[in-house]
Structures are given as structure tokens and as C-alpha cells.
T-cell receptor, first 112, second 113 residues
């Protein structure tokens, strides 16, 4: 089992460029999440999808969009990257909100 | 404001020694508390999940305790190994919003030979 797979692992963007971070899980989980992790801070929720066909904003959604493509895949899009979006992005999945969350290995994004 | 505070921020211990990491939270109402281990450059991995009715939970050499009255939790690591070097993150789940997790900023542990 691969668990939660994120691509790419590293990315450098210029300010104003767009990109999509991909996430796929093979555990048949209902819920999927996107977090960002910044130095000295706890992980912060960007968007989540409680179940296939639904998405909701988290704590820091501005500048991002998401798509729950199917039960397995949940993508995060940056339409016009800004230096403030330099961070490590983690995708996670779980059966539901109160159950154990499994994380991907992260995408380290630098916006210059 | 719901917060999760962890102490110490960083800790260095010798291999084979024990250590205890602390977590205080103000999240209310409370659903569950989790401890995660995050190796450098990797995603967090769950160690334990405890509900308010659970006082102690073990996972190998890791033992978590929870005092829901004082809103404190600790993670005790016994007979530390070099592979225990990582960040340990305390996470609290709100009862009102099952999808909202409040993350602490973590304790960075370094185990030296």
C-alpha cells in the first residue's frame, strides 16, 4: 500500500505562475485534506473534502482552490503564486473527521 | 481562542534515556487528542489518539497521558533510540467541527549516541 501520495515533492515557482499539487490515497478514505506547514507554526488547514463531491474552506483558504476529482484524488491549485505561499504542503486522508489522519510526504514549494 | 501549546520547543537527550514532552490546550469543546511523530522531510505519522475518557495510551515505547480536567497531555518516551530523533506534534480535535484539528508547533527531539 502506498498510502497517501503527493506530487511533486519539490517545486520552485515565479511570482504569478500557477500550478496544481496532486494527491491520491489508496485507503478508500472518505475525507481528504490540504495543510500547509510553516517554520515555527503548527500545520494549518487550507481546504478539506469531507466526502466525494464536497469541499470546504479551512483556516487559510485565500489564494487556493481545490478539486475532489474522485474518491481517491484531491488536488490543490495555486492560480497566481505569491511569495507568502512558500511553504511545505501536506495532503492527508481519513475515514472521517474524528479518526486517524494519514499524511503524504509533503511538497516543498518555493515562490520567488 | 483555541490553542495548543507544546513544551519544550526542543530537547536533546542521550540514547537510552527517557524523556517527557508536554502539551497544554485550550480547545473547547474537546473531541480527542493526538500525538504525531514527524521525521525531517516526511509527513506526520500518528502515535496515539485519546478521547476525554482515556487517561493513558501506549504505543511501544511511547506512552501518552491525558488530563481532560486540566487540559494537559504528555508523551513519555522510554529508552530512547537514535530513530526517535524527530518532531513530536500534539493535535487537538474540536468537538464542534470534527474536521478542524488544532496543531501545536511541535517539540524537536534530538537523541545523541
Amino acid at each position: 500500500n502506498a498510502g497517501v501520495t503527493q506530487t511533486p515533492k519539490f517545486q520552485v515557482l515565479k511570482t504569478g505562475q500557477s500550478m496544481t499539487l496532486q494527491c491520491a490515497q489508496d485507503m478508500n478514505h472518505n475525507s481528504m485534506y490540504w495543510y500547509r506547514q510553516d517554520p515555527g507554526m503548527g500545520l494549518r488547514l487550507i481546504y478539506y473534502s469531507a466526502s466525494e463531491g464536497t469541499t470546504d474552506k479551512g483556516e487559510v483558504p485565500n489564494g487556493y482552490n481545490v478539486s475532489r476529482l474522485n474518491k481517491r484524488e484531491f488536488s490543490l491549485r495555486l492560480e497566481s503564486a505569491a511569495p507568502s505561499q512558500t511553504s511545505v504542503y501536506f495532503c492527508a486522508s481519513s475515514w472521517g473527521g474524528r479518526t486517524e489522519a494519514f499524511f503524504g510526504q509533503g511538497t516543498r514549494l518555493t515562490v520567488v | 481562542k483555541n490553542q495548543v501549546e507544546q513544551s519544550p520547543q526542543s530537547l536533546i537527550i542521550l540514547e537510552g534515556k527517557n524523556c517527557t514532552l508536554q502539551c497544554n490546550y485550550t480547545v473547547s469543546p474537546f473531541s480527542n487528542l493526538r500525538w504525531y511523530k514527524q521525521d525531517t522531510g516526511r509527513g506526520p505519522v500518528s502515535l496515539t489518539i485519546m478521547t476525554f475518557s482515556e487517561n493513558t495510551k501506549s504505543n511501544g515505547r511511547y506512552t501518552a497521558t491525558l488530563d481532560a480536567d486540566t487540559k494537559q497531555s504528555s508523551l513519555h518516551i522510554t529508552a530512547s533510540q537514535l530513530s526517535d530523533s524527530a518532531s513530536y506534534i500534539c493535535v487537538v480535535s474540536e468537538a464542534d467541527s470534527s474536521y478542524k484539528l488544532i496543531f501545536g508547533s511541535g517539540t524537536r527531539l534530538l537523541v545523541r549516541p
